[in-house]
């Protein structure tokens, strides 16, 4: 089946998109630190049972556009942009899946806009409202971001949001070794990753497990610090870590990095959402070992409170946070499933 290639302006920004398949439209959206390469294995599942899927690279990634102020990145921006490919398309609508970054920008849209998209999927990162991420203690944004963040994170500490949105040690860090740091934080969080040092669900209670993880960051250390030095692991060949550290070489992280870096601003943008229950069909996709899966525990136990529509969830065993390209197979059924439920 043939892939096509689309550069799609969206309102004067340029949104790359891979496209496979004829059929209903499902839209495919990245996290950090990834690209459309990361679905490289759900685009051609997706066609061959019916459907037109469209992979893109958001604002700031790969061979989209790039912006240098900092809230070029906020989330309303970032929703736009998803709601302009499926224009661009020339659809009307769509079926939203997203990981990671993607899951908050994919709830996000179709809270947003349910006149567009007509179900949506999130993986790793569960509905957590004008929150954006739930953690413990603030499943959907109760609290004001930078205050629960530096609560969270404890005294000495800054939590990784807080880290990367300064855009500066960060970049520092990466770019110093930027194909190392992209393998290390790949196998840090993958389920081979966090197996080999016996991380279990029931070893510390939530915050304490938060704390002494890599998303805390000891004032002056690196992140990296407590990354586990990586290792091969079957679903990431040195072919594809390689497509992510060329890429990442040519762009930079000044782009991905802002969308932390607007996270307390996006609260305030999605606060007027904040009593409407999102609408369309949704439907959970984690992984047992998966951080943020983990920590959005209370956002995933109090999903029905927000949203109207669940289909409920399914949390892979033994998986890290790369959910679709650890467990491609697994994955590809569940949203298959899931899409013929809407049809």
Not at 1 to 22: C, F
Not at 70 to 82: E, G, N, S, T
Not at 86 to 111: F, I, M, T, Y
Not at 194 to 214: C, Y
Request: net charge negative.
């Amino acid at each position: 089946m043939s892939v096509n290639e689309h550069l799609l302006d969206i309102n004067g920004t340029r949104i790359y998109a891979i496209e496979e398949g004829q059929g209903p439209l499902v839209l495919l959206v990245h996290g950090f630190p990834e690209l459309a390469y990361s679905w490289r294995h759900q685009l051609p599942a997706l066609a061959a049972a019916g459907y037109r899927a469209v992979a893109i690279e958001q604002r700031g990634y790969g061979r989209s556009s790039k912006f240098w102020r900092p809230d070029a990145y906020r989330i309303d921006h970032l929703v736009d942009d998803v709601v302009g490919v499926v224009r661009a398309l020339g659809e009307s609508k769509a079926v939203v899946v997203g990981h990671d970054w993607g899951a908050p920008v994919a709830w996000s849209a179709a809270w947003m806009h349910p006149e567009v998209f007509r179900g949506v999927v999130g993986m790793s990162v569960p509905f957590a409202g004008q929150g954006l991420i739930g953690v413990p203690g603030n499943p959907f944004g109760e609290h004001p971001l930078e205050d629960y963040q530096r609560e969270l994170a404890g005294p000495g500490q800054d939590f990784y949001h807080t880290y990367w949105s300064t855009l500066g040690p960060i970049i520092d860090e990466i770019e110093a070794d930027l194909a190392g740091w992209i393998g290390d934080i790949m196998y840090s969080v993958s389920g081979e990753g966090l197996a080999s040092v016996g991380f279990a669900l029931d070893m510390a209670d939530p915050i304490t497990m938060v704390r002494q993880s890599a998303v805390c960051i000891a004032h002056g250390t690196r992140m990296r610090d407590r990354f586990l030095p990586a290792r091969p692991v079957p679903w990431l060949s040195a072919t594809d870590l390689a497509v992510y550290v060329e890429a990442f070489q040519r762009s930079g992280l000044h782009g991905p990095l802002s969308f932390y870096r607007n996270l307390p601003d996006d609260q305030r943008v999605l606060a007027p959402y904040a009593g409407t229950r999102l609408a369309v069909p949704a439907y959970f996709i984690g992984g047992e070992f998966d951080v943020a899966t983990w920590w959005g525990a209370e956002s995933r136990a109090r999903a029905h409170e927000v949203m109207a529509d669940y289909r409920g969830e399914a949390v892979l065993p033994k998986c890290g946070h790369w959910i679709q390209q650890e467990r491609p197979a697994e994955t590809n059924r569940l949203l298959l499933d899931f899409l013929a439920g809407l049809d």
